[in-house]
């Protein structure tokens, strides 16, 4: 089964892979509340219960599709955790007054944003509420007080941020009294940035897991042609048979072995790999199998 942590000492407990939801609108079997929920039950067979949303993906569709799947199910509600994310407007049918992409994270704004999502996900409450991106034009001081009045408020049990540079996660830290209970930064054999910008250690000295969205790289890393890409997949291939395991464990351990120990955000819309994923929490990778990925993903040695 999958380990389980706090993603910090006062957050709820969550499982150590996390289930993307960003993609099931894009589902070639279609996104039916049967298809929904076959995920769902796939997630919570491997002890995946975290699921990671945000009011935009599928352009605002995605959390609807969720919603009715735990609406048909009500049981299933007290069995996960529901992140899910606010800040970013996109023009779209679903967002008539929107007339340019751009970021809202004032107290005002994530009030809305929540109500609507507690509305599409049919659910009164949110396990983890995320800033999806840092909003340039608001106050650390506004944004920190629309996330503790929605705590207040009983909507939302926690708040964290996500692709947040150190210095913005800890002027937000400064306004609501303690650190955000997570930072989801995109992290993988692709994007390492986060190991060496400060944002890993920060996690770790504020006692936070991080979480790591794209920890294939959204794919790239089973078939982009990018050098990067190319050189890490041959030695994946290589070490895969050495450790029994396929190439995507493997490159799911090599993120979840960073001693900020990120939940991975997973984001197939496959069963077969739902389950697959899940048994990558059982490797260990050995150090110098670490480095020499990293060495292959960077296409030099380390300094
Ligand atoms: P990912 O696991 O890196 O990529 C998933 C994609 O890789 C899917 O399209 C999947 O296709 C494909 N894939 C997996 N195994 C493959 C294989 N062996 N060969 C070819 N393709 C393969 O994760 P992600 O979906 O990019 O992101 C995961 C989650 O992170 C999202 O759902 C979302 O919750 C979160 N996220 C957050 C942010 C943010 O700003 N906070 C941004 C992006 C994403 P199949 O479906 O066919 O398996």
Same mark, same amino acid.
């Given at each position: 089964?999958?380990p389980?942590?706090?993603?910090?000492?006062?957050?709820?407990?969550? %499982?150590?892979?996390?289930?993307?939801?960003?993609?099931?609108?894009?589902?070639?079997?279609?996104?039916?509340?049967?298809?929904?929920?076959?995920?769902?039950?796939?997630?919570?067979?491997?002890? $995946?219960?975290?699921?990671?949303?945000?009011?935009? /993906?599928?352009?605002?569709?995605?959390? !609807?599709?969720?919603?009715?799947?735990?609406?048909?199910?009500?049981?299933?509600?007290?069995? $996960?955790?529901?992140?899910?994310?606010?800040?970013? @407007?996109?023009?779209?049918?679903?967002?008539?007054?929107?007339?340019?992409?751009? /970021?809202?994270? %004032? =107290?005002?704004?994530?009030?809305?944003?929540?109500?609507?999502?507690?509305?599409?996900?049919?659910?009164?409450? $949110?396990? *983890?509420?995320? *800033?999806?991106?840092?909003?340039?034009?608001?106050? =650390?001081?506004?944004?920190?007080? !629309?996330?503790?009045?929605?705590?207040? %408020?009983?909507?939302?049990? +926690?708040?964290?941020? +996500?692709? /947040?540079?150190?210095?913005?996660? =800890?002027? #937000?830290?400064?306004? #609501?009294?303690?650190?955000?209970?997570?930072?989801?930064?995109?992290?993988?054999?692709?994007?390492?940035? &986060?190991?060496?910008?400060?944002?890993?250690?920060?996690?770790?000295?504020?006692?936070?897991?991080?979480?790591?969205? +794209?920890?294939?790289?959204?794919?790239?890393?089973?078939?982009?042609?990018?050098?990067?890409?190319?050189?890490?997949?041959? #030695?994946?291939?290589?070490l895969?048979?050495e450790y029994g395991a396929?190439?995507?464990q493997l490159?799911l351990a090599w993120?979840a072995a960073l001693?900020?120990k990120?939940?991975? *955000? $997973? !984001?197939? @819309?496959?069963?077969?790999?739902?389950?697959?994923?899940?048994a990558s929490v059982r490797i260990k990778l050995q150090r110098e199998h670490w480095?020499?990925?990293? &060495?292959?993903?960077?296409?030099?040695?380390?300094?």
């Amino acid at each position: 089964m999958i380990p389980r942590f706090k993603l910090s000492p006062d957050a709820p407990e969550v %499982s150590a892979l996390a289930y993307g939801v960003w993609r099931i609108a894009d589902d070639p079997a279609g996104s039916s509340t049967a298809r929904v929920r076959a995920k769902i039950d796939a997630c919570l067979a491997q002890g $995946i219960t975290t699921f990671d949303h945000a009011d935009i /993906y599928g352009l605002y569709t995605c959390e !609807g599709l969720f919603g009715r799947a735990l609406a048909d199910a009500p049981s299933l509600r007290d069995q $996960i955790e529901i992140v899910t994310k606010c800040g970013i @407007n996109v023009p779209c049918d679903h967002r008539p007054g929107v007339r340019v992409h751009h /970021y809202d994270a %004032s =107290a005002a704004a994530i009030e809305r944003c929540v109500d609507r999502s507690l509305r599409e996900l049919r659910t009164d409450r $949110i396990d *983890v509420l995320l *800033v999806h991106r840092p909003d340039w034009l608001t106050s =650390a001081e506004d944004t920190a007080r !629309g996330l503790l009045g929605v705590i207040e %408020s009983g909507k939302v049990r +926690s708040v964290g941020v +996500s692709n /947040y540079n150190p210095h913005q996660f =800890a002027l #937000l830290a400064r306004y #609501l009294g303690h650190a955000p209970v997570t930072n989801q930064i995109e992290l993988s054999l692709l994007r390492m940035d &986060a190991i060496t910008d400060g944002t890993l250690d920060q996690c770790q000295g504020a006692d936070v897991h991080p979480m790591a969205w +794209s920890p294939l790289g959204g794919g790239r890393l089973l078939t982009g042609d990018e050098p990067g890409a190319v050189r890490t997949r041959a #030695l994946l291939a290589r070490l895969a048979a050495e450790y029994g395991a396929t190439a995507e464990q493997l490159a799911l351990a090599w993120v979840a072995a960073l001693p900020s120990k990120p939940q991975v *955000v $997973i !984001g197939t @819309n496959q069963l077969d790999r739902i389950r697959d994923a899940a048994a990558s929490v059982r490797i260990k990778l050995q150090r110098e199998h670490w480095y020499e990925l990293w &060495a292959a993903a960077q296409g030099k040695p380390i300094p």
